[in-house]
C-alpha cells in the first residue's frame, strides 16, 4: 500500500486548487496523479485537505500513559526494583491488575532498558562535587594531568561476556588464581599517556614518592603546561612530602573529592588498557604464566605487555575523558 501524500503537498495542492489553476498544470507542479489530485480536490472541497487518519488496530493496551508514567517515576527514584515490585504498586496505587511481562513491555515502548547499575557512594558529598568541578574548569585542559592506580593479573586477562546458543551457557576454563599482581600508575595529559610506572605487587608511600619523581620531571612549573596534578585522596597520597615535592616543581596538587575517581579521566584510561589486555588475553596470559622467574625480579614479557596496553591510550581518547569529566566544555 502506498504510503500517504504529506500533508504539507496536500495544503499546496489545496492553495493551487483555491487560485483556479488549471488541473495539467497542478500535475505538472505537484508531480501527483490526476487520482490523488481529485482525491485531495473532493477533501478539499468538503473543507479537508489532511490524509485520512487510520483506524488503530488491535487490542487496546491494558496501561494508560498516566500508569507508565508514574513507572518511570518509581524507576528514576528506585532504578534496582524488581518487576513483580512494580506490579503489586500498580495494582494497590491504581487499582490495574497486569501480569509482569505486561509492566516490562510497557516500558520498553518507552525505551527503558535493564543495564548494569552505575552504584555511588553514600557518603558522595554532592557539594564538594561540584566545587571541585567549578575549580577544575579554571585550568586550561593541556594544565592537568591526572594520575592514579590500579591492579592487574592473571584473571583479569578474561572476558566477563561470550556468546552461546540460546539455552546454552557460555563456558570458558579459565585460571582461578590469580598469580601474581602487578599494579600500573600512569599519569594522563590532554595529549595522552605522560609516563607510566609498572611494579609487581602494591605501591606504598615510597614507592609512590618514587613514580612522582618521575611524573614531575616531565611536568611544568604554573602556569605552562602540564602544571596541574590530579589525584585521589588515597592514604599514600596525602603526605607532606608530596605537596613538597609539587611545591618544589611549581606544579599545583588539586585532590579528588571522597568517593569521586568518576571524575578523573585517568579512571577510563584504566578501562581501555584493560579491554585491550582481555582483547590479547591468550598471549598476556602467556606472559603472566612464565616459569624460571625468581622471586622479587619483575617479568619482562608481563612488563612490555602491559607497557604497550598503557601507551596505546590515544591524545583523541584522553580529549574525550577529559570531556567527559567536566575539565573542557567542547572537543576543538
Known amino acids: 500500500m502506498p504510503r500517504p501524500t504529506p500533508d504539507e503537498i496536500r495544503a499546496s495542492v489545496a492553495r493551487m486548487l483555491a487560485l483556479d489553476l488549471d488541473l495539467p498544470l497542478i500535475l505538472i507542479i505537484s508531480g501527483l496523479s490526476e487520482?490523488?489530485?481529485?482525491?485531495?480536490?473532493?477533501?478539499?472541497?468538503?473543507?479537508?485537505?489532511?490524509?485520512?487518519?487510520?483506524?488503530?488496530?488491535?487490542?487496546?493496551?491494558?496501561?494508560?500513559?498516566?500508569?507508565?508514567?508514574?513507572?518511570?517515576?518509581?524507576?528514576?527514584?528506585?532504578?534496582?526494583?524488581?518487576?513483580?515490585?512494580?506490579?503489586?504498586?500498580?495494582?494497590?496505587?491504581?487499582?490495574?491488575?497486569?501480569?509482569?511481562?505486561?509492566?516490562?513491555?510497557?516500558?520498553?515502548?518507552?525505551?527503558?532498558?535493564?543495564?548494569?547499575?552505575?552504584?555511588?557512594?553514600?557518603?558522595?558529598?554532592?557539594?564538594?562535587?561540584?566545587?571541585?568541578?567549578?575549580?577544575?574548569?579554571?585550568?586550561?585542559?593541556?594544565?592537568?594531568?591526572?594520575?592514579?592506580?590500579?591492579?592487574?593479573?592473571?584473571?583479569?586477562?578474561?572476558?566477563?561476556?561470550?556468546?552461546?546458543?540460546?539455552?546454552?551457557?557460555?563456558?570458558?576454563?579459565?585460571?582461578?588464581?590469580?598469580?601474581?599482581?602487578?599494579?600500573?600508575?600512569?599519569?594522563?595529559?590532554?595529549?595522552?599517556?605522560?609516563?607510566?610506572?609498572?611494579?609487581?605487587?602494591?605501591?606504598?608511600?615510597?614507592?609512590?614518592?618514587?613514580?612522582?619523581?618521575?611524573?614531575?620531571?616531565?611536568m611544568n612549573p604554573f602556569p605552562a603546561d602540564n602544571s596541574v596534578l590530579v589525584m585521589g585522596n588515597c592514604a599514600i597520597h596525602i603526605s607532606h612530602r608530596v605537596q613538597e615535592m609539587c611545591n618544589e616543581r611549581g606544579v599545583i596538587l588539586v585532590y579528588l573529592p571522597p568517593y569521586s575517581h568518576d571524575l578523573s579521566p585517568i579512571e577510563f584510561a584504566f578501562a581501555k588498557i584493560k579491554t585491550g589486555i582481555q582483547r590479547d588475553g591468550d598471549d598476556?596470559?602467556?606472559?603472566?604464566?612464565?616459569v624460571g622467574i625468581e622471586p622479587g625480579e619483575i617479568n619482562v614479557d608481563v612488563e612490555v605487555m602491559l607497557h604497550r596496553h598503557v601507551y596505546s591510550v590515544t591524545a583523541e581518547d584522553a580529549k574525550g575523558w577529559f570531556n567527559h569529566c567536566g575539565y573542557i566544555e567542547d572537543i576543538l
Open 35 to 218: 487520482q490523488t489530485v481529485c482525491s485531495i480536490r473532493k477533501r478539499w472541497e468538503e473543507g479537508i485537505y489532511r490524509a485520512h487518519q487510520p483506524i488503530g488496530v488491535g487490542r487496546p493496551q491494558t496501561l494508560d500513559i498516566g500508569d507508565v508514567w508514574s513507572l518511570c517515576d518509581r524507576l528514576a527514584q528506585d532504578p534496582d526494583v524488581f518487576l513483580d515490585e512494580l506490579q503489586r504498586e500498580l495494582s494497590d496505587a491504581a487499582g490495574v491488575d497486569v501480569h509482569v511481562s505486561t509492566v516490562w513491555r510497557a516500558l520498553q515502548r518507552l525505551g527503558v532498558t535493564r543495564k548494569v547499575l552505575d552504584k555511588r557512594a553514600m557518603e558522595i558529598c554532592d557539594e564538594e562535587r561540584a566545587e571541585f568541578q567549578q575549580a577544575i574548569r579554571a585550568f586550561r585542559p593541556s594544565q592537568v594531568v591526572a594520575v592514579g592506580e590500579n591492579a592487574i593479573n592473571r584473571r583479569m586477562t578474561y572476558q566477563n561476556r561470550g556468546y552461546a546458543l540460546a539455552g546454552d551457557r557460555a563456558v570458558k576454563r579459565a585460571f582461578f588464581v590469580r598469580g601474581k599482581r602487578y599494579s600500573i600508575l600512569p599519569a594522563l595529559c590532554i595529549a595522552g599517556i605522560l609516563t607510566a610506572l609498572i611494579i609487581e605487587g602494591a605501591y606504598d608511600t615510597a614507592l609512590f614518592l618514587e613514580f612522582l619523581e618521575l611524573c614531575l620531571a616531565s
Open 284 to 290: 598476556a596470559r602467556m606472559a603472566f604464566n612464565a
